[in-house]
Structures are given as C-alpha cells and as structure tokens.
C-alpha cells in the first residue's frame, strides 16, 4: 500500500514539474512573442524607432582632455600640489592626448607660458636642464634640486615663461623672496636663462645653457640684465671642454598647447596671450 502510495505521489510530482516547465516554457515563448510584436507594430515616436551611437570627433574629445588637463593644473598649483595619483591621472591623459597624434598648424616657436610639472617649476630652464645633465645619475640631481627648494622654501614662484624662437630658448622665472619674517621687505626678480637650441628631429631638440641674468630685480637694480652668468663656459670647463646639452622632446602640440618631456619629468605649456 505504501509502495503504491509512493509512487502516485512521485508520479503527480513529475508531473507538477513537467507542467511547471511547460507553463513557464509557454510564458517566455508569449512574452517574447509580444515584445517582437511591440517593436514591429507599436508607433513609437520617430527619435526612438533608431537610436545610433554619435562617435564625438577627435578634435571635440581633445579638447574635453585638455580642459581636464587645465583644470587639474590650476587646481594643484602647477602640479605642486599635486597627489600621486592627480600626477598618474594627468600622465594618463597626456598618453591619451600622444596616441591621438599633434594638431596640424601647430608650431613650437613663440611664447609659452608654463602650466604644470610633475617636478619642480624652475626646471624647464636651461640653466637648471644643463645641470641636470652636468648630474650622471639623474636622481642626484633631483635631490639636488629639491634641496634647492627647500633651502628656498620662503620664496614665491610666479610666472615660469618659455620662448623658443629660431636657434634659441629662453627661459624667465619670476621669484619673490622673503628675507625675515618681521621685516616688511622681499627680493623680487626675474630670473633669465638662456639657451642654444640644436634641432635633432622633429619632435626633439638638444638645448645647451648659455647665460643667465636677472631683470627687474629691486635689490641693485643697476645690474638688471648688464651683468650675465656665462654659464656655458663655467660648464665646460667643469666637464673638461664639453658642453652638457639636455633633451627636450615634444609629445604633443597644437595652436595652444604644448607637451614636453625632459629628463624623466613633464612639462606642459599654454601659449601665451599677448
């Protein structure tokens, strides 16, 4: 009697499961049914028959990168400011702004005005990129330099500007130095580097310090720019008669922007507004 009780049962509960299966099997066979019967038939209004994805153009998608570009430079400092990973995302879309290739009608010479390193700001002149390479071992020189900063930790970087124009680049740092802290009173200047440029390719030019010189200084205002470091020559004979030339290789360009790469650090330009 069990027996038979059993298998009655197993035999209503297979069949449970098969209709349960069917039901279902039926339910999505409909369904699918009237949502293929909806997209034929129903009248939907003519922006939502066909919906095609617009690819932005690349010159809509560069601009957006440099906006982003621009908006993390001011908001870090020029990059001094700047955390780990705001420097990672920068260098990201830079990479992103090289894979795309320069803009036609751009042109490295004229006047740029620095907007963000990965290093420090004075870097990019020549008189600091050639004792830089006056360092065999870069990251001494790194320390270096960030030893300099901090010995001037009290004074103020303004403008950095950078003017290439046919064999030379020249380079103006304005500095605003404070002298002790109770005395109402700061150095301000300009800082003047100069430099030989050598063309290498395209992209890339060798730059070789030549003077640097102060202009509107107000601490012996008489020697504004009279008096001239002949840097080249101090190098040479310090590198037994050869003269260290860094290289400075543009990754990106257009009409405002310019992106460049020396000595392991980034350097990023707008033109300057006249």
Same mark, same amino acid.
């Given at each position: ?9 197993? *035999? ?5 499961? /098969? ?8 339910? $999505? ?15 939907? #209004? ?10 932005? +153009? ?38 992103? &702004? ?54 001037? =930790?009290?004074? @103020? ?5 950078? =003017? ?5 680049? !020249? ?5 605003? $130095?404070?002298?002790? #802290?109770? !005395? ?23 730059? !070789? ?11 012996? +205002?008489?020697?504004? @720019?009279?008096?001239?470091? +002949? $840097?080249?020559?101090?190098?040479? /004979? &310090?590198?037994?008669?050869?003269? #260290?030339? *860094?290289?400075?290789?543009? $990754? ?7 992106? *460049?790469?020396?000595? /392991? ?10």
């Amino acid at each position: 009697f069990f027996y038979k009780m059993k298998t009655f049962a197993f *035999a209503i509960s297979l069949s449970a499961i /098969n209709f349960s299966h069917s039901f279902i099997t039926q339910k $999505v066979k409909k369904f699918s049914n009237v949502i293929s019967k909806s997209s034929n038939e129903f009248d939907y #209004p003519s922006d939502m028959k066909e919906q095609t994805y617009v690819e932005e +153009p690349e010159s809509v998608l560069k601009e957006s990168i440099k906006k982003e570009i621009f908006l993390m430079a001011a908001s870090t400092n020029r990059g001094q400011f700047a955390s780990k990973d705001e420097k990672n995302t920068i260098s990201d879309l830079v990479y992103e &702004l090289e894979a795309m290739g320069s803009s036609s009608g751009g042109v490295m010479e004229g006047s740029w005005d620095l907007l963000y390193s990965d290093g420090q700001l004075f870097l990019s002149s020549p008189f600091f990129l050639s004792i830089g390479e006056f360092f065999e071992d870069k990251s001494k020189a790194d320390r270096a330099f960030d030893l300099h900063r901090a010995a001037t =930790s009290t004074s @103020e970087i303004g403008k950095v500007k950078q =003017s290439i124009s046919g064999s030379e680049i !020249v380079s103006e740092v304005e500095l605003k $130095v404070g002298t002790f #802290p109770s !005395v109402p009173f700061s150095i301000k200047g300009t800082v003047v580097s100069k430099g030989e440029i050598r063309k290498i390719d395209e992209n890339t030019i060798g730059v !070789v310090a030549s003077t640097t010189s102060v202009k509107d200084g107000n601490l012996l +205002p008489f020697l504004n @720019e009279s008096f001239q470091l +002949p $840097v080249k020559q101090a190098l040479r /004979n &310090l590198k037994g008669g050869r003269e #260290p030339e *860094a290289m400075i290789q543009t $990754v990106y360009l257009d009409f405002d922007m310019r992106i *460049a790469k020396a000595q /392991n650090h980034l350097f990023i330009y707008s033109r300057s507004v006249s």
